[in-house]
């Protein structure tokens, strides 16, 4: 991650999912959730606003109320905007074989880029 994030766990069981609070700025590295088959990530935008992108692709603004759905083995990025904190549930989806893959950092100048 770069800045400050904070993590807390909601469900252990069933489907596991945390609520992650990202001061402005802070964004996690590229990633990547493994699966044979199944898995993947959810995402539920409950406060502030934020980022969501995949590699390729534009980045996406969560607001709350915002879903998103990730499928497994696409590398991609979230994180709150420059000028707002940003929270957000996020669902560990069930499937065989999981794991996740950590990446680079966001580059600072394509992170700045992003209106």
């Given amino acids: 991650f770069k800045g400050n994030s904070y993590l807390a ?3 252990d069981s069933q ?7 990202f001061e402005p700025g802070c964004r996690n590295n590229w ?3 493994h699966a044979t088959k199944g898995g993947g990530q959810m995402l539920v935008g409950v406060a502030g606003r934020g980022w969501y992108q995949e590699e390729g692709k534009p980045a996406q603004e ?3 109320g915002t879903v998103i759905h990730i499928p497994a ?23 065989e074989n999981t794991s996740n ?3 680079e950092a966001v580059n600072d100048e394509e992170y700045n880029k992003i209106k």
Avoid at 75 to 85: P, Q, T
């Fill in 73 to 95: 083995n696409v590398k991609h990025w979230h994180g709150a905007a420059k000028d707002s904190w940003f929270a957000h549930l996020a669902f560990e989806i069930p499937g």
């Fill in 101 to 103: 893959e950590w990446q």
């Fill in 62 to 64: 969560i607001l709350p």
């Fill in 31 to 33: 990633h990547t959730h």
């Fill in 15 to 21: 489907i596991p999912f945390f609520n992650v609070t």
């Fill in 9 to 11: 766990q909601i469900s």
